[in-house]
């Protein structure tokens, strides 16, 4: 049978990461499916790195790699892909929300010819009401710029090694794992999963993080801020028109034009559309600024390899 690759991304997860390995590494077991688990300590702060060393020197199917500083999770995964060694790999986050017997049946789908298994979230799990709203807004936005339906899509899938390959030739900076998949297109399939509890710990994700990153990948997978601004600005033409021949005709049959608040408000109104609008457009400049500065996306500092080798 052909080796799987699991990548887990990790930061600041000393509760779970060897209780990770040790469900996985049964359930693989198990199912008699070769296996490597790689980790990726995306530059954490607490003992993850130890744990992952330890869990290395004991089974040397338990890989790991430590970047340099926490550079962010989609650096982990792509971090993650060059690394991995198998045939195809599963991106998982590393708390068993995605579970892993879905793991599993997307190893059989690759196995009956599949390159791409997407997971799809049945359920989202305790997700509070503005998560799932703000959700479903920032999928709608992905779908109608890339024409991709991701709704209820997550980091939760397995690629073949054809896949990977194009994966890693993408020359940006900034990706977007989850969307780029589907455009990567291949033979693809999805699997359907209930998001389930953490084992232990605190997620990382606060609100601002997940604002951010919408925004981050809103941006580089779509212009559509850009053409919401002339749309904007069309609207708005077409208002100083109207009000204009509005104005002619008061002023045609004598009646004094008046609204001095009226004016104030439509010129911080439209003060306000103008700076937003530089905002984007400025956004969109620090994007390519970014881009074109060409660092790397990711450091690594240390491999377990290389640690237990030594030690």
């Known amino acids: 049978m052909s080796l799987l690759s699991v990548i887990l991304p990790s930061y600041n997860e000393e509760a779970v990461v060897e209780h990770a390995a040790t469900v996985l590494h049964e359930l693989f077991t198990k199912e008699d499916i070769p296996y490597e688990l790689l980790f990726v300590n995306d530059g954490s702060t607490d003992a993850t790195w130890t744990i992952i060393k330890k869990m290395n020197a004991k089974n040397p199917q338990i890989k790991g790699i430590h970047l340099s500083r926490n550079f962010g999770k989609e650096a982990a995964i792509l971090a993650g892909l060059r690394e991995a060694t198998g045939e195809c790999a599963i991106v998982m986050d590393v708390d068993l929300q995605h579970p892993p017997e879905t793991a599993v049946e997307m190893y059989r789908l690759w196995e009956q010819g599949y390159q791409i298994v997407e997971g799809i979230k049945a359920s989202r799990g305790n997700e509070g009401i503005f998560y799932k709203a703000s959700s479903k807004l920032f999928y709608r936005l992905i779908h109608r710029a890339s024409g991709f339906d991701m709704q209820s899509s997550s980091d939760f899938k397995l690629l073949d090694r054809i896949a990977i390959e194009a994966y890693l030739q993408l020359p940006e900076r900034q990706l977007f794992f989850r969307a780029l998949s589907y455009w990567l297109g291949y033979h693809q399939t999805t699997v359907p999963f ?22 981050a990948n809103v941006t580089s997978f779509s212009a559509l801020p850009m053409q919401i601004v002339t749309l904007v600005g069309f609207l708005f033409m077409l208002f100083s028109i109207g009000l204009g021949i509005y104005s002619l005709g008061q002023f045609l049959t004598g009646n004094s034009l008046e ?21 984007i457009i400025g956004y969109y400049i620090s ?14 500092s240390k491999r377990t390899s290389q640690e237990n080798r030594h030690a």
């Open 194 to 215: 209930h998001v389930q509890e953490r084992h232990d710990g605190e997620t990382k994700w606060s609100s601002l993080k997940l604002m951010k990153y919408a925004i």
């Open 259 to 279: 609204g001095f608040t009226t004016v104030i408000l439509l010129l911080l109104g439209i003060g306000s559309i103008m700076m937003m609008s530089l905002g």
């Open 287 to 300: 994007k390519i600024y970014e881009e074109t500065k060409r660092r790397p996306r990711y450091l690594i």
